[in-house]
């Protein structure tokens, strides 16, 4: 063999090895680009699947906050239409303390004052229904500007009371109130 035979076979092995590692980096820059494209593909899906969380959260607060919002609007204007409410059986209650229901009603408290707290009873009235007041002598009876109507009593020693005033009754009743007012309003 002469010498170009072999320069020509080393130049065709050379050729071969070159072809075959282009070939070899062809397929790994083939594979490289496809797992890139994966790896984008999937951080994209990721990214996208934690953005619509967020903002189904972003929403979701946004929801809640209005509700909170609304339900605080709607507490405070039944709570403005109750307490209107009750101003007018308020404001109309000393024309009901003229009648004899009242004085039946006033007679009632007493009798149970003094049945429950017993001899000595110091009962309190508004000023007006001081005359209303049938107790017996050991008794005592005060009045109290601050009592729209209704009594307070108190035994011999002070150390049991009763409040059965308009301002205790209409608290005491002011929720079933509320209730019944929902009631109707829906």
């Not at 980096?25 to 496809?34: G, V």
């Not at 209650?93 to 229901?101: E, G, H, I, L």
């Not at 229904?129 to 601050?146: G, R």
Request: hydrophobic share 35%.
């Amino acid at each position: 063999m002469a010498m170009e035979d072999i320069i020509s076979k080393i130049k065709e092995n050379a050729n071969a090895e070159i072809e075959k590692a282009n070939s070899d980096a062809e397929s790994k820059i083939q594979q490289i680009n496809t797992e890139k494209s994966k790896t984008i593909s999937d951080y994209q899906s990721q990214m996208e699947a934690k953005l619509k969380i967020e903002l189904q959260q972003i929403k979701s607060q946004s929801d809640s906050k209005a509700n909170i919002d609304s339900r605080s609007i709607y507490n405070k204007a039944l709570e403005e239409k109750l307490n209107e409410g009750f101003k007018t059986i308020q404001d109309n209650f000393s024309d009901f303390c003229k009648t004899d229901a009242y004085k039946d009603i006033l007679g009632s408290l007493v009798k149970e004052a003094l049945k429950e707290l017993g001899s000595g009873t110091t009962i309190i009235v508004n000023p007006r229904d001081k005359d209303l007041i049938k107790a017996p002598k050991t008794s005592k009876i005060k009045v109290d500007e601050s009592i729209s109507g209704g009594i307070r009593a108190l035994s011999k020693d002070g150390s049991m009371g009763i409040d059965e005033t308009l301002n205790d009754i209409l608290d005491s009743v002011k929720d079933k109130i509320a209730i019944e007012f929902l009631k109707f309003i829906k």
